[in-house]
């Protein structure tokens, strides 16, 4: 078969790490990309695309240097083009990210929890 | 509060019409938006764009000229841009479609069911 549904729980199924996006579509030059998120991560910001989070199962939240926004399942936010921001996740939630293909997960601001940006699932 | 979260089943609360996508957010140069499938649409493709369809709520088909896909909650598929595709609902679904902004929900077939393609909720 050429098509096949890409199912969100499954593919889930396959990842075990936390802060690790794994791509699973590609839509014109668009990567969409599951993610576990739990605890603290970076700042950082994206020089060449906006960032859209959607929030699959779980609560997050995404701090902005004078914001705070709670995401839970069934919501999203865009974070724009070059604005610093750091997501929080206080138990694990399972995030739909949609960037731009290329993308690496901690921007600008490299260091240890800087992830691989081609790998799919 | 310069950001909020776009919560899905508000927005789809404002929808009282099917086949008619309304726009809830933008990232880069694509339209996220929120669709109510219901029946048969029309044989179309998209010139221009890559087409995703993510079922938040119930179940749909996409037929091609040479395959049929069923998509439930929590799928997602991604339609080639300048396939010939044409979605149908037995029952009515809710649909996050994700495209290049500006693109015409009947793409290269107009007819009675094309919707505007630049009404935000």
Redesign the interface.
Known sequence: ?????????KKLALITDHWSPKI?????E?H?KLVKFEGDFVWHSHEH????FIV?EGAME?E?R??R????T?????VP?GIEHKPFAAEECHVLV???ADTVNTGDAGGCKTAANDVWI
């Open positions: 078969m050429p098509y096949a549904p890409i199912n969100f729980t699973i579509a590609q839509m014109n668009t969409f695309t906006d960032e859209v699959l995404i902005f004078d914001d926004v709670s995401l839970h069934g919501e999203m936010l865009v083009m949609i960037e731009q």
